[in-house]
């Protein structure tokens, strides 16, 4: 049978569609389709009208397309129960389109119900559906549990048009009504935190997710007239494990809604105003979690969003609690008045990824109390939703004819791909055959990468099995690794060698046959990371070379493997050595040659070549030190070229690190350099400090660093915050034009702020400074000091760009440019904080 496309007239639909939804007060999306499927007439279920799709189609007659409908006593009583009165029958494939206004993040809801019409037994039906992209459901069989069956999808769209396909597995396929409706891009962040082992997750704003539970904890039933994105929220009684542990609050003020936290739209009013609170609160002795109970797959990954909203305490800083997702401990000594900028009655809302490592046949959430002193047991939550991850992809249908001669053209095609199978088999033995031989042969030597389409001269052999590639004009990208020789370095990959988890996968310590020790970072197979991200990543760290950027030395990607090689930084992050563990304290000399070594390094990253390169995740956990304790940036998982010549900024989502992110940015979504400059100001306040910069457990008015810090610098009196275990040995001089640095890069406009090459001036001052005399701090000697650093930094792009040899060995700096390379998703797998 002929492929039957039923066009839908979506000028007439979305001119209906804006008119109905103009009259709402809030969310109004650019794209809404209701169509009630196989209805003649139009159907209008609570405020909003399904249009019959035989209004909008001429082509609805044919064989393949039949219009079912059923007797009206057997329609399930519920809202949409006039929505499964008809149904659309295919008997071939099939498909609707849907022109797409606003590319971005939609809704598409599949209404079934099963029953009888003329010779069609819907309940008989197994098919496929699809869009151009994705595959949603795969042999599905609507005759569940319940005779009427609802799948809600959330998926990114990026072109022009939706292709809703629907394809018989056996006899026929069928849907009642469709819904394809526009949301806002930022309901589904990019970023969110995997349960186990404990890291981030990015590339969420990509993925297709299928809404498996969405749950209004504490509260009642919420219909889709009560909810901005016309979602429904069931109540929580039949997951919950223990209903006496918990007692349902009810709140009846207004709800606060917080930029930069949860919307209307992630949540309507009737979730956030309703809870779950432990049932015996008010007792200083209870020990239990109030818990509840989800069936799930168990090799699928889940996103798991939380919502909460301090509807009980009266006050702030009252209600402390733990979160657990599974067995794993997510949130600790949970404070919503400190996450919610101090308020009360604010929606919140975290996510978190749950891979199918983790689960077995259902996936628990439960609120304990917090084990802090002086702190009664309690806990809330607010709303649950549940979400799969869909990794399967498109597929297009295939034309189906019958008789006999499409019979042998079947087979004839059938019998030439059995036949091509066998012939790439053949030759893939062969070659693998001749790979074998060459390798048993001969032994190939390392070549340093290709800096601008320029081999350099090699250092020094090292025999191995690897060899460089070459992979475009730009000729060789790096030194490529056989994977038996990375098994080898790492002892077979073993765990006790991990140093590092990320969301690419592990990181582990490594030493090469010519005991040169390295970081192997091991693509996990069951990441979002994939082979694109892989060879751009190679591609980008192949061009940026500098003393202060961690190195890529190689990569290999035989087996199937994804495995990045970068050099050892022995030392670890500037992180732990500031506070978190038993490290030696930095002396003050020690932190501002760290500090200036990462602004050498940021300077390079936005000076050093045709366009800017905005690092955009700056923190301490992100400079890393090698055994001289020389500091090196590292994790470009956040990286974004700057803006064209003609431009001030980049328009782009808002990303970055709690506590370190730019506020103009958050404001604006407007990136510029300044944006790493006002995190590294942060990092400078933190290495003075030693300290987190956000720390749940102090004061509230000591909470966030930044705050904090300014409050003691616009006084006057840094020296009062100055970690103890440095104070007595930083000279007022140094510290006062240390203040007054941090102070320039944590200005709330960017236009306030100095450049990074300013900042580094600066420092080499703050530097000059504590190394100089008191006495000798005249007004003279302090300008001769300007000149002479300033000589010094205007030539750092240039000194400094390229070492690629033996200490001592440098190259002149000859940076292509690179506005071809997209760098939105490079290194998205170390933006763990301790991902090495």
């Known amino acids: 049978m002929a492929i039957r496309k039923l066009q839908l007239a979506f000028f007439i639909i979305y001119t209906i569609s804006s008119l109905h939804h103009s009259c709402r007060a809030q969310y109004s999306p650019p794209d809404s389709y209701l169509i009630d499927c196989g209805s003649r007439t139009n159907t209008t279920i609570g405020q909003r009208t399904f249009l019959a799709d035989t209004s909008l189609s001429s082509s609805l007659t044919t064989p393949q397309d039949i219009l079912g409908s059923s007797s009206s006593n057997s329609i399930p009583s519920s809202i ?20 797409i206004q606003k590319q971005g993040r939609h809704f598409i809801r599949l209404h079934f119900f099963p029953f009888s019409y003329q010779n069609y037994d819907l309940a008989t039906a197994k098919f496929d559906v699809s869009t151009q992209d994705v595959v949603l459901l795969t042999d599905f069989t609507p005759n569940g549990k319940s005779s009427a069956l609802f799948k809600e999808y959330s998926l990114n769209i990026t072109s022009d048009t939706l292709v809703l396909s629907f394809m018989p597995s056996q006899n026929l396929a069928f849907v009642n009504a469709i819904e394809v409706i526009s949301v806002p891009d930022n309901l589904i962040s ?32 919420v219909t889709p007239d009560n909810d901005t994105l016309w979602r429904t929220w069931v109540n929580d009684q039949d997951y919950m494990n223990n209903t006496k542990l918990a007692k349902d609050v009810v709140f009846t ?90 308020s009360l009655a604010t929606a919140y809302f975290t996510d978190y990824v749950i891979s199918s490592d983790n689960i077995a046949q259902s996936i628990h959430v439960s609120i304990g109390p917090s084990t802090l002193d002086n702190v009664l047991p309690d806990g809330i939550l607010n709303g649950l939703e549940i979400m799969q991850i869909i990794t399967g992809s498109g597929s297009a249908f295939t034309v189906r004819s019958s008789g006999k001669k499409n019979l042998w053209v079947i087979l004839g095609s059938v019998i030439g791909s059995v036949a091509i199978v066998i012939f790439l088999v053949i030759l893939a033995c062969m070659c693998m055959k001749k790979k074998k031989k060459m390798e048993s042969q001969t032994s190939k030597t390392w070549m340093p990468f290709s800096v601008n389409g320029f081999t350099s001269l090699s250092t020094g052999s090292r025999t191995s099995n690897g060899t460089t590639l070459t992979l475009g004009p730009n000729g060789s990208y790096g030194y490529r690794f056989a994977f038996s020789l990375l098994q080898e370095a790492t002892n077979n990959f073993d765990e006790n060698w991990v140093i590092g988890v990320g969301g690419f996968g592990k990181v582990y310590k490594g030493i090469l046959r010519d005991e040169t020790k390295v970081a192997v970072k091991r693509g996990n197979p069951k990441s979002q990371q994939g082979l694109n991200e892989f060879r751009t990543e190679i591609e980008l760290l192949s061009r940026l070379r500098h003393r202060h950027l961690v190195s890529l030395i190689g990569y290999c990607d035989e087996r199937n493997e994804m495995i990045l090689v970068y050099e050892y930084m022995e030392k670890g992050t500037l992180k732990s050595h500031l506070y978190g563990t038993d490290l030696p304290a930095l002396s003050w000399k020690q932190r501002l040659d760290v500090c200036i070594g990462a602004a050498r390094g940021l300077h390079y990253l936005h000076t050093g070549s045709a366009k800017a390169i905005i690092h955009r995740d700056v923190k301490s956990a992100n400079i890393l030190l090698d055994e001289n304790l020389l500091a090196k940036v590292s994790d470009f998982g956040l990286s974004k070229t700057g803006p064209e010549l003609d431009q001030t900024h980049v328009s782009t989502a808002v990303k970055g690190s709690f506590g370190y992110l730019d506020p103009e940015y958050f404001r604006r979504q407007q990136l510029t350099e300044k944006s790493d400059v006002y995190s590294f100001g942060v990092v400078l306040l933190e290495v003075l400090c030693a300290r987190p910069v956000i720390d749940p457990t102090l004061p509230r008015e000591m909470v966030n660093l930044a705050e904090w810090g300014m409050k003691w610098q616009k006084r006057g009196e840094l020296q009062q915050i100055v970690d103890q275990r440095i104070a007595g040995t930083i000279k007022p001089e140094s510290l006062k034009k240390f203040g007054l640095t941090v102070e320039k890069c944590l200005a709330d406009y960017g236009v306030e702020r100095p450049s990074m090459g300013d900042v580094l001036w600066n420092l080499e001052y703050v530097q000059q400074l504590q190394e100089t005399d008191s006495g000798a701090n005249s007004e003279v000697n302090s300008i001769n000091r300007i000149v002479e650093l300033s000589s010094h930094v205007h030539h750092v792009g240039s000194q400094e760009s390229v070492d690629l040899g033996e200490p001592g060995t440098s190259y002149a700096h000859n940076e292509p440019d690179l506005s071809d390379v997209s760098m939105s998703r490079v290194f998205s797998q170390l933006i763990k904080a301790e991902g090495r």
């Open 80 to 99: 949409n129960g006039p929505l499964l009165q008809t149904a659309r029958i295919f008997t071939g494939p099939s498909s609707y389109t849907f022109q």
């Open 190 to 221: 990019d970023t969110a935190q995997v349960v186990n082992p404990a890291s981030q997750y990015s590339g969420l704003s990509e993925q297709t997710l299928e809404t498996v539970y969405r749950v209004n904890v504490g509260g009642p039933l």
């Open 253 to 342: 003020g207004k709800i606060n809604y917080m930029k930069g936290l949860a919307t209307p739209e992630t949540a309507p009013d009737s979730v956030y105003n309703t809870a779950a609170e432990l049932a015996m609160s008010n007792t200083s002795n209870a020990a239990f979690n109030m818990s509840w109970q989800f069936d799930a797959n168990a090799g699928s990954s889940y996103l798991i969003r939380l919502h909460f909203c301090d509807i009980v305490s009266k006050s702030l800083n009252q209600l402390y609690f733990n979160v657990y997702i599974g067995s794993w401990l997510v949130l600790h000594d949970m404070d919503l008045s400190t996450l919610t900028q101090n």
